[in-house]
């Protein structure tokens, strides 16, 4: 059994259902899967302004992962990996294998088939990016992950957005505005029940497309976790749907632990941010 | 459950030497890195051109030639120009350039150094600001404390 540390990344913490599928989904592959990730496995790319301080992340990140002795590393984030490709592997000594979450599951996707057994009746749009594709081409292997599922359809769409992921444009509303507007109509004429998301990065954002009734979004592993049988509650879109009431989802108990204070200052302007879309768009 | 002993901090992993030695090995990647773009790029402007962000700059460029000196500018350190910098800041590595440069030089790499440079986190003035967000990390520790048991984040964290 290969030894492996599934580093899911930083904000994918906002997506536990994401996190308990991918490892369910490797364990059932036969990986030995160590799971490792959140603000002290950060890989530093966050820190352009400050070299010194992004060095300094990417060397401890490196260090605790060769310390852990692991064969490889499997990344799910598309950030962390095009960082440890771009960056952090030509300062650190790097002793273990990267490979991509998606790049994972396409080299077994035989055995993957075998657990794909529930169906999922679900015409499907794919959100893509133009980047990312020069390190590993996702928009052509979640596709065809995808296709293995019964029931679902993977229809043509002719939008990719540009960038590689949709999080980089939060300082850019008039460009992540038109990917909205863009996805939107993607979904309308090709006739999809959904769009689907293979980044986190881009499922938070077109989660507002969802719960402003525009359009259901998922990323794909909650269609291939939902055909393997695996009942994660997807609570972020919960919340999200929730909005200002997304207190009553969360319950006193969780608040408790964050502060409502900290909620209502960091986490519900988020969950009540909607896109300027509505669903005649 | 028992905390995996290879996830302690310890001394080997990531002491304060080992990080200076990774830091001065960054910044010599780093440096080498834009002296090979500086003395490969023929600022033929094919980059800008196949850019499908630079519509959104806040100080569109009329074409290529034009812009992409001031971006060279940006990673000598130098003053750079209204253009040069707006392209930077929109930046989104579309990587669209990479295929359209003549001459391999890479100008995805070219502007993600740019941006580094430009936000001042490579020495030299920062010449473009970003929006810096405090609550950044204690939002991911506050989702994570909402979504995983007290033993996930123990040992997954």
Redesign the interface.
């Given at each position: 059994m290969e030894r492996i540390t599934f580093w899911y990344g930083?904000?994918v913490?906002?997506?536990?259902?994401i996190?308990h599928s991918c490892l369910d989904i490797l364990r059932s592959l036969g990986f030995d899967a160590?799971?490792?990730?959140?603000?002290?496995?950060?890989c530093g790319t966050?820190?352009?302004?400050?070299?010194?301080t992004?060095?300094?992340m990417?060397?401890?990140t490196?260090?605790?992962f060769?310390?852990?002795?692991r064969e490889r590393v499997v990344a799910w984030c598309p950030s962390c990996h095009?960082h440890m490709h771009?960056?952090m592997e030509?300062?650190?000594d790097r002793h273990f294998g990267m490979t991509y979450f998606v790049q994972l599951l396409y080299e077994c996707r035989e055995r993957l088939r075998a657990f794909l057994t529930h169906p999922v009746p679900m015409r499907i749009v794919m959100h893509q990016?133009?980047?990312?594709?020069?390190l590993v081409p996702v928009n052509r292997m979640v596709p065809e992950l995808l296709a293995m599922i019964p029931g679902v359809d993977v229809a043509d769409c002719g939008y990719v957005a540009?960038?590689?992921m949709c999080a980089?444009?939060a300082?850019?509303p008039?460009?992540l505005h038109d990917i909205h507007a863009n996805t939107a109509a993607s979904v309308k004429s090709a006739g999809a029940d959904a769009v689907v998301t293979i980044f986190h990065q881009c499922y938070r954002e077109l989660c507002g497309l969802d719960a402003a009734d525009v359009t259901p979004v998922y990323n794909y592993v909650h269609l291939i976790a939902r055909s393997m049988g695996l009942a994660y509650e997807d609570?972020?879109k919960a919340w999200k749907r929730a909005g200002a009431n997304a207190a009553d989802l969360?319950g006193p108990q969780?608040l408790e632990?964050?502060g409502i204070e900290?909620?209502e200052?960091?986490?519900l302007p988020?969950l009540k941010k909607r896109p300027k879309l509505t669903s005649s768009s | 459950m028992t905390t995996?002993p290879?996830?302690r901090v310890?001394p080997?992993?990531?002491s304060a030497a080992?990080?200076e030695l990774?830091?001065a090995?960054?910044?010599?990647?780093?440096k080498s890195e834009v002296e090979r773009i500086l003395s490969a790029c023929t600022r033929c402007g094919q980059c800008f051109e196949v850019c499908?962000?630079a519509k959104?700059s806040a100080a569109p460029a009329s074409d290529g030639k034009s812009v992409v000196p001031g971006v060279l500018a940006v990673l000598r350190g130098e003053r750079s120009t209204p253009e040069a910098l707006g392209w930077i800041a929109?930046c989104?590595?579309?990587?669209?350039c990479?295929p359209a440069c003549p001459e391999n030089v890479d100008p995805k790499?070219m502007m993600?150094l740019a941006?580094?440079t430009a936000?001042?986190?490579?020495e030299h003035p920062?010449q473009i600001e970003?929006?810096d967000d405090p609550?950044?990390?204690?939002?991911?520790?506050?989702?994570?404390?909402?979504?995983?048991s007290d033993e996930e984040l123990k040992?997954?964290?």
């Open positions: 930083c904000n913490l906002r997506h536990g259902d996190i160590t799971p490792a990730g959140g603000p002290d496995y950060c966050v820190k352009d302004g400050n070299q010194t992004a060095g300094g990417a060397s401890r490196v260090g605790r060769n310390a852990m002795k095009s771009d960056f030509h300062a650190n990016h133009v980047g990312f594709q020069d540009p960038g590689y980089s444009f300082a850019l008039k460009a609570e972020y969360i969780r632990r964050i900290f909620y200052r960091a986490i988020e | 995996d290879s996830r310890t080997d992993n990531t080992r990080r990774i830091g090995r960054l910044k010599e990647f780093q499908p962000m959104y929109v989104t590595r579309s990587g669209s990479v790499m993600r941006r580094m936000l001042g986190g490579r920062a970003m929006k609550d950044y990390f204690n939002r991911i520790r506050a989702f994570a404390q909402l979504q995983l040992e997954w964290t």
